[in-house]
């Protein structure tokens, strides 16, 4: 019986650092994603370690995430369960109030970054309960945003303060089936999202992008921001079988930047 993983977002950054970590753990890893042609390039890298396979799906649709899920892990002669899911998809962002909801981003942030972990999750669910080993595993991308507020940015912080709760209570609700529910919270992580959002603070400084940058690791106790790859190594040994009593946590991958 082979082990999969699923990993949502896993078309660039945190997703694909940790897509390409669980498959060198000899896991076959299910790559979900919007589009076609960036899950296509991480299973690209993957090579051929494992039987991957491309999703490309929008995580809070409920029907063609079950459908899709339920006809990759029914494939006749390749008989697998699924031990791990990192939900890791989501968008960022500012948003403001208006009175027209078409011009206020905070629906669509929400959707992705909390309706579609609850769907991620869920569809998932049966599958992790009846796999074969004693402990499962469901990991969350949060963020260090969810620890204090950002001016601008209220549907993202809400978001991510969100599924700090959805860990809470699932991790109660399936801790009796052997599934262990945690999040991350990463700080800043040299990702394209997080390019983008050093941008937009540099524009609005009317600064360079790597002047930002410098004053933003100035900030930062070890003046530096995470590599993806360091995001993916925690959350491998989060899901791995050696990790058995840690269920319903937020923990900090944030260089510093908050200390509980």
């Known amino acids: ?70 006809e990759v892990m029914s494939v006749t002669g390749l008989e ?10 989501g968008i960022g962002g500012s948003n403001a109030f208006d009175l027209d909801p078409g011009k206020d981003r ?24 009846d796999a074969g080993q004693s402990v499962t595993h469901a990991v969350v991308t949060s963020s260090v945003l969810a620890r204090f507020g950002v001016p601008g940015q209220s549907a993202y912080v809400t978001s991510k303060t969100a599924v700090l709760g959805l860990v809470r209570s699932l991790a109660v609700e399936w801790g009796g089936s052997g599934i262990l529910v945690n999040a991350i919270c990463p700080g800043w992580v040299e990702t394209a999202m997080a390019q983008e959002s050093i941008q937009r603070m540099a524009d609005a400084q009317e600064m360079s992008y790597d002047e930002c940058h410098a004053q933003q690791c100035a900030i930062l106790p070890t003046g530096r921001m995470s590599q993806p790859s ?26 510093g930047s908050w200390m509980s």
């Open 80 to 89: 697998r369960e699924l031990v791990g899911v990192f939900a890791n998809a």
């Open 230 to 255: 360091e995001v993916a190594d925690f959350v491998a040994w989060l899901m791995s079988e050696e990790q058995r009593g840690i269920t319903g946590q937020g923990l900090d991958l944030n260089n």
């Open 1 to 70: 019986m082979r082990k999969a993983v699923l990993v949502t977002g896993a078309g660039s950054g945190i997703g694909r650092a940790t897509a390409v970590r669980l498959a060198l753990e000899g896991f076959d890893v299910f790559l979900v994603g919007r589009r076609l042609e960036p899950l296509e390039e991480t299973r690209a890298v993957l090579g051929q370690s494992g039987h991957h396979v491309s999703m490309a799906l929008d995580v809070s649709d409920r029907l063609a995430f079950h459908d899709q899920l339920s």
């Open 106 to 129: 905070w629906d669509e942030i929400m959707m992705a970054n909390v309706t579609g972990v609850y769907v991620t999750l869920q569809t998932a669910f049966p599958y992790l309960r």
